[in-house]
């Protein structure tokens, strides 16, 4: 929990609007996990599972900021 809790101070110290994380090696996110991410701002997320042992893309962006017409996952 410490890594989301710093997650969250650094996006909140920061403004940060976009937030990308290569190399995740994770498959799944909690919502929890994702909201504490985002410091209490309304992102989208999206992710790419890894293969194997390596890879992994999490992906959010503040939907009050940035339009997305659409977008798709696999």
């Given at each position: 929990m410490a890594k989301f809790r710093f997650l969250s101070d650094i996006t909140k110290e920061q403004n940060l609007d976009f937030i990308a994380f290569l190399e995740t090696c994770r498959k799944n996110f909690t919502d929890t996990e994702l909201n504490n991410i985002c410091g209490g701002k309304q992102f989208l997320w999206s992710w790419i599972e890894p293969k194997g042992h390596f890879g992994g893309i999490?992906?959010?962006?503040?939907?009050?900021i940035?339009?997305?017409g659409f977008y798709f996952t696999r």
């Open positions: 999490l992906l959010g962006i503040n939907s009050s940035f339009d997305i």
